[in-house]
């Protein structure tokens, strides 16, 4: 019948179709796999390619025994899967899922293979794709289950005393709730059985969301009836609590010239001086652009902030007017001293720390970009006058102040571009200190920058001199500067109560200090660290170890590679044979790639950890991923047009470390952050990519762990996939705890905000934010309601969508 052989004809050509795709697969598998085999690693690529080949050529031929060729290799890429990788079921996905479906494929040609078995062949095709089907739906299930809980039981501890001088409850005075940093509140009025009931009570949009480079980071403070914060160019505002609507608005006219990598503004700080502030209202009318200078008296309460641009601003927490009695105009120049400052070289993006009267600021320093870009030095400013109290240059000890007309602070040496805590008591400001400005080469730095760089260093904050340090990372090339805000807490020990503080890292490891002395109360150990690299001489040959406890997984190998399919799993796994990589602390490499893991993101970074001091609990979240990274020769560099930034040939844009120059040593460096390929953008390690954890402080032992973020805004070629799956994305930004048995966290790519219960770690409510939650929230209360705050700006970095929406959740109003 004609109509018969012409759907005969059709099905034929279907099948060479599917012949020709199997033959190109196992062509290209067959070739990569004999590579990766000359490089040591699995022989199942090339034996699988070859396997594709037989079956695509004997398909063509329109040969029965094609499908059974495929069939086969299908059920022995399913076991040689499970005997790779058990049940983990992000790590079967590019193994099975593929093939599941070429095998479907495989499975509709059959009747048109053999016209006479047809309906048998493919009822048998069926079974055979109803068992790849479950075996696809193990993969998902596993995908989707979440990590168990340890067993382990956290005993109850005494209640933890906070140094500070306000504590968190009504308001939230510092950016970690108090200087003490546990990001903890005691509301208890949103629980797990009403969370889901969350509405937004208001949103604010702040009108300043820069074009590129975009990354509020923002944390607010709320004192009194009033919510205080900066926005990403440091426009400051006043919201009333209850309402969200703006009081007042300050404008330091921050020119764009001067954002560094990222428009960012952390947060603020407050500050009263003691003497008694006018009676008059404030009223809710915004301050003008150009707002009349408040007088000492009228600043008796005030917002402090550090600029894109280095500049220390004080204004009244009322009007928003700049305090008069502060420096000039109410503002300091942080950059005093530094010699010459290529705009977007020097800004403070964190909020300064305030303890007994003295402002401690750090600043960031463009990485990457100049061996001799401007010093680290960190300043102390009466919080009242703005004058310059101290300052410590790591280099000069015997400078207290200002260097000499014509002279200028150490250039070089490591910055704290993050936030410190303080002990308002003990007098100390704990810094977590960065690297020097080339950060992947060490061979030209001086003593004092191997001891202090990559450390915890406490400060006498009357005299700005080392109380003590403790260093995490010797000689650091990995760009492991400390990232997060020291947490204070009070530990238990056999021989008492000690005040300490917590360290995360991000290589991982948490320390327990003592925070007078500096000295760990946990146990700490040295172990061998590889040898090698461009500078082996340099090297340390041991690093130091927490055994209290530590966020990091097991050193990489290959079968941990990732991908959409085999195909790009084959290639990630080539890379991985292909790159140096000795576990942590590998050695810069220039011939060759080398494997940095965890990468410069954490670890811990400037998110930091919560503490609930009721349970004993350190809450954490965490980033899971590799760098892959090679030192690259000036020549080459040069070649390349690797400008540093100021130079008219100096490009905007790209991942920190995507080609930094680091003018002034022998290498620039290049680091592909996350290891993404380059054809997907999906990354080469197989996920979690972050996660949460809640650990024990009593015993170091986790309580629960819990990938952190979904698949909704992930996928290949930065197509969002909108899967609602738990595949732990990266994270930038903290969480909070609070007395109600709630963590609340955004910080993922996924542009949600969610709550945990605390005991379980389960996710009990979520919301989707206009843009990416790149920011630590905040808790507070006003008129008997609990509100959860969250900056939702988005970050370049993150590859989040900006936004400037301050929004405001709370329990509906009876």
Known sequence: ?????????????????????????????????????????????????????????????????????????????????????????????????????????????????????????????????VIGALISGVVVAQVNRPM?????????????????????????????????????????QITPENVGQLERAWTFRTGDTPEE??????????IGD?????????????????????????????????????????????????????????????????????????????????????????????????????????????????????????SITSPPTIVQGVIVTGHQVLDGQYNSAPSGVIQGFDAVTGELRWAWDMTRPDLSGRPAQGDTYTRGTPNMWTIASGDEQLGHVYLPMGNSAADYY??????????????????????????????????????????????LIDYTTAAGVFPALVLPSKQGDLYILDRRTGRPLTPVEERPAPQGGVEPRERAATQPFSLFHTLAKRDLTERDMW??????????????????????????????????????????????????????WIIANYNDMPNYNRLVPRAEADAKGWAPHGDPQAESGGAEGAGDPQVGVPYAIDVNAGWRMGSTGMLCKQPPYGGIRAIDIRTGQTVWDRPLGTARKNGPFGIPSMLPLDIGTPNNGGSVVTAGGLIFIA???????????????????????????????MVYEQDGRQYLVIMAGGHHFMETPPGDHLIAYALPER
């Open 148 to 188: 168990q809980p340890a067993d382990v039981q956290a005993a109850a501890i005494a209640a933890m005393s906070d140094p500070s001088l306000r504590a968190a409850g009504a308001d939230w005075p510092a950016y970690g709730g108090t200087e003490a940093s546990r990001r903890y509140s005691p509301l208890t």
């Open 213 to 222: 480079k975009w990354g509020a980071e923002t944390t607010p403070l709320k």
């Open 563 to 616: 991908g959409m399919s085999p195909i790009d799993q084959m290639i990630c796994r080539i890379g991985f044979r292909q790159a140096a990589y000795d576990g942590i602390y590998t050695p810069p490499t220039r011939d060759r790639r080398w494997i940095q893991y965890p990468g410069y993101n954490g670890g811990s970074d400037w998110g930091g950890v919560a503490v609930d001091p009721r349970r004993g």
């Open 226 to 346: 009033t919510v205080y914060l900066c926005t990403a160019r440091n426009i400051l505002i006043a919201l009333d609590a209850r309402t969200g609507r703006q009081r007042w608005r300050h404008d330091p006219q921050v020119s764009d010239d001067w954002i560094p990598y990222t428009a960012a503004c952390r947060g603020v700080a407050y500050y009263e001086t003691g003497a008694s502030p006018p009676t008059t209202p404030a009223g809710d009318a915004p301050a003008p652009s150009t707002p009349a200078l408040a007088t000492p008296a009228a600043c008796a309460t005030r917002i402090i902030e550090g600029t894109l641009d280095g500049r220390l601003i004080a204004v009244d927490a009322r009007t928003g007017r700049p305090c008069a009695g502060f420096g000039t105009n109410g503002a300091v120049d942080i950059k005093v001293g530094m010699g010459d400052v290529i705009p977007g070289m020097v």
């Open 1 to 129: 019948m004609p109509g018969v052989e012409k759907s005969r004809g059709a099905g034929a050509i279907a099948v060479r179709i599917l012949a020709a795709l199997l033959a190109l697969i196992g062509l290209v598998l067959a070739g990569g796999g004999v590579w990766l085999l000359s490089l040591g690693g699995s022989p199942y690529y090339l034996l699988a390619g070859l396997g594709l080949i037989a079956s695509g050529v004997l398909l063509w031929r329109l040969k029965l025994i094609g499908a059974w060729v495929y069939i086969a290799v299908f059920v022995l890429t399913v076991l040689w899967a499970l005997w790779e990788v058990g049940l983990n079921g992000w790590a079967l996905v590019p193994r099975v899922i593929a093939p599941a479906v070429l095998l479907a494929l495989v499975i509709t040609a059959l009747p048109v293979l053999d016209r006479r078995k047809g309906g048998r062949l493919a009822l048998g095709g069926a079974a055979i794709f």
């Open 747 to 777: 910080a993922t790519t996924d542009d949600l905000i969610r709550a945990i219960d605390i005991e379980t770690g389960e996710t009990v409510w979520s919301d989707v934010l206009p843009a990416g939650g790149q920011a630590g929230p």
């Open 442 to 487: 060490s061979g030209d730095r001086s003593e004092a920058e191997n001891r202090f760089a990559t450390a915890m260093v406490a400060l006498d904050v009357n005299t700005g001199r080392p109380a003590w340090s403790f260093q995490t990372v010797r000689k650091d090339v990995w760009d492991y500067d400390l990232g997060s805000q020291a947490t």
